[in-house]
């Protein structure tokens, strides 16, 4: 046996929890930004787009200078590219070297502000600004090429030292992130169950816990008890109780849940999916929800299990065919496509059984019969 081989059986003994070393969540918690900056280091730099940077900036600068911090903003342009890090990366030594990078926005400038963390051997504050994915508390993120196709999965040496949600800024961000939320988080408990099932690896390379099975089992239920009303504090831009479960749902026991537990049929074909023309810009989490439901079909569950499935995702504005996910095409030959790229995501093996293209497009043509039903 290899020396890779033999630490790879080891690992699979070995029990590990990985996690965010504080988070914190609530109204006006963004105040907080100064304070916990000031605990990593003595020079902070914001990442984020424009739009999130006006937003965050004035009120994230003048609490680090509270503590004794001058706050610079680099703005996020595009996609989150080798390249647009790379350049960042010169803007950032262009100044005092920063020791520690606020990470601000969605999914995009989070994996850009981690990427550059990353380069500056930088600690790292993550401050999400709409509960659209279950990136912020990980040590994952994402590099895309110029077709907006993932090139290939990241990783920090540890999980983020901080996230900071001000369910203010969270409750005012646009309905579609928060259904993408949504979508991103429900599949976690049936995604583990098939890693567990199959003695498969966490995202640490280890066996889970018991407590990222707990976790996966409360973000489940929050979600389903939570969402509707969750999604109803909307209208009133005030986080009600039901948003605040809901967010916490979403961004800390999700991210904690996926990279303790791992991932299976749901997040692979987020690597098929974007093959399909109309869908590659579709945001992360509605990608996740479609996989969810097909690998649900792949589970060879009921039809009164795929009716309560297909009518929830409907209930809570997620896509159940590729036509909601914006694909412009839906035939044998884009499902083909789909199909094959899928097959190429790393998670792939993490299910009861070996899976082949033939397998995923049956279930992809079975889905499109039930959500037309």
């Known amino acids: 046996m290899s020396a890779a081989m033999d630490m790879a059986a080891g690992m699979a003994a070995i029990r590990v929890f990985g996690a965010v070393h504080r988070y914190y969540q609530g109204p006006g918690a963004l105040g907080l930004v100064g304070q916990v900056a000031a605990s990593l280091g003595r020079q902070p730099l914001l990442v984020a787009d424009q739009i999130v940077g006006e937003l965050v900036f004035e009120t994230a600068s003048a609490a680090c200078r509270r503590h004794g911090l001058e706050l610079r903003w680099l703005p996020v342009r595009g996609q989150v ?22 990470a601000a926005g969605g999914g995009k400038g989070v994996d850009t502000g981690k990427a550059l963390a990353r380069e500056l051997g930088a600690r790292l504050l993550v401050l999400p600004t709409a509960a659209s994915n279950d990136g912020p ?26 996230v900071l949600v001000d369910t203010d800024v969270l409750v005012r961000a646009p309905r579609a992130l928060l259904v993408s939320g949504i979508g991103d988080a429900l599949c976690k408990l049936y995604e583990g169950a098939q890693v567990r099932g199959c003695g498969g690896l966490n995202l ?37 109780p039901a948003f605040e479960r809901l967010t916490e749902a979403l961004v800390l026991l999700s991210g904690l849940a996926f990279e303790n537990s791992g991932l299976s049929i749901a997040h692979s074909l987020t690597r098929g999916l974007p093959q399909a023309a109309g869908t590659e810009t579709t945001l992360h989490g509605l990608h996740v929800g479609y ?83």
């Not at 090139?151 to 040496?157: A, D, M, R």
């Not at 009716?307 to 412009?328: D, E, T, Y």
Request: hydrophobic share 50%; with cysteine.
């Open 81 to 102: 590219t080798r390249a647009a890090v790379q350049t960042l990366l010169a803007a950032a030594r262009a100044g005092p070297a920063p020791d520690i990078v606020l």
């Open 137 to 162: 508390c990980s040590k994952a993120f994402v590099y895309y090429d110029d077709a907006h196709c993932m090139e290939s999965v990241q990783f920090l040496p540890r999980n983020p030292d901080a």
């Open 204 to 240: 640490f390379g280890s066996a889970g816990t018991i407590a990222a099975q707990q976790l996966s089992t409360a973000c489940e239920r929050v979600i389903r008890e939570d969402a509707a009303e969750g999604l109803d504090a909307l209208q009133g831009a005030r986080p009600t």
């Open 291 to 373: 996989g969810l439901l097909v690998q649900f079909v792949l589970e060879e569950r009921s039809a009164a299990f795929m009716a309560g499935q297909i009518a929830f995702h409907r209930s809570v504005g997620l896509a159940v065919n590729l036509a909601g996910l914006g694909a412009r095409e839906v035939s044998a030959r884009s499902i083909g496509q789909i199909a094959r790229a899928t097959m190429r995501s790393p998670h792939i093996g993490h299910f009861q059984r070996p899976l082949s293209v033939a397998d995923l497009e049956t279930a992809m043509h079975r889905l499109e019969a039930l959500a037309a039903a």
